[in-house]
């Protein structure tokens, strides 16, 4: 399958570029189906795929992406994923491209640096936005290709067989993509587990609290006696739930209601 020519999509966003900081192409790796483009500044490597089986006629149509809010106060609705949320993909889906295309095709560099420079063509990233209107549960979607990708897990592998020329197999000429889409022997799991995909999880904004392991001992936990409060002289006195009883020094023409129910004191 010949590779659809590389053109600027602006469907995707694309990073701005900065005059002062020049970028050159890779020289050990030559490929029709994707480049690199190396900022000795940043030591960023992006990766342009050339090659893309995107389709705009699979991207949602329009109606899809109006913010509606019904009768009950919810929204199911589409919108283009932020800056943020797009970078996260692009990151994901770099590194494992250095690892399993790149590294191979002699390139030598730091993975971790590795990004893609834009989606590829015809393809766009989502965010699905379901429930109530102010709070909804938000997950991404990437269409434009033939199926619908959920994560940038999901996407490593087609985006390894676009950067490979979208090699197809011998007899059934079907694409020899090893994505849980094309291939399904394997869920994503286990592709994650065999390929070794690695997620790009921010870092976390503080340390995290270490637990002591002690949990608390319910059972030892005190009850104050309340049905005393009443007299001045009787000061409250810490007894077991179960050994809980009504006041005796209650008159009878007294309206104190008795409340076994335990209240747990300071310890």
Not at 91 to 105: N, P, Q, S, T, Y
Not at 111 to 137: A, F, M, V, W
Not at 149 to 164: G, I, N, Q
């Amino acid at each position: 399958m010949p590779p659809s020519s590389y053109a600027s999509n602006s469907n995707n966003r694309t990073r701005p570029r900065h005059s002062s900081r020049p970028q050159d192409e890779g020289k050990l790796t030559k490929s029709p189906y994707y480049r690199i483009v190396e900022d000795r500044f940043s030591n960023l490597t992006e990766v342009v795929l050339r090659n893309s089986d995107g389709d705009p006629s699979r991207l949602p149509p329009k109606q899809k992406t109006f913010r509606v809010v019904d009768e009950d106060g919810e929204v199911n609705y589409l919108e283009e994923a932020n800056e943020k949320i797009e970078k996260h993909w692009r990151k994901v889906i770099g590194r494992f491209l250095a690892k399993e295309v790149l590294e191979k095709d002699g390139w030598r560099g730091r993975r971790d640096n590795c990004l893609l420079q834009s989606l590829p063509e015809n393809y766009r990233l989502y965010t699905h936005k379901k429930g109530d209107k102010d709070i909804p549960r938000t997950d991404a979607y990437l269409f434009g290709g033939p199926h619908k990708f959920r994560s940038p897990e999901e996407f490593c592998l087609h985006a390894r067989w676009l950067a490979l020329g979208s090699p197809t197999k011998t007899f059934t000429n079907k694409p020899d993509c090893a994505c849980v889409y094309c291939d399904k022997r394997y869920t994503q799991k286990q592709l994650n587990k065999m390929w070794g995909i690695v997620s790009a999880t921010p870092a976390r904004r503080g340390p995290r609290k270490k637990s002591d392991g002690s949990t608390t001992d319910w059972s030892n936990i005190c009850a104050k006696d309340y049905t005393k409060l009443n007299t001045a002289t009787q000061p409250s006195t810490v007894i077991p739930p179960t050994q809980q009883q009504p006041s005796s020094d209650t008159a009878a023409g007294d309206h104190e209601v008795f409340n076994p129910r335990p209240v747990l004191c300071n310890l």
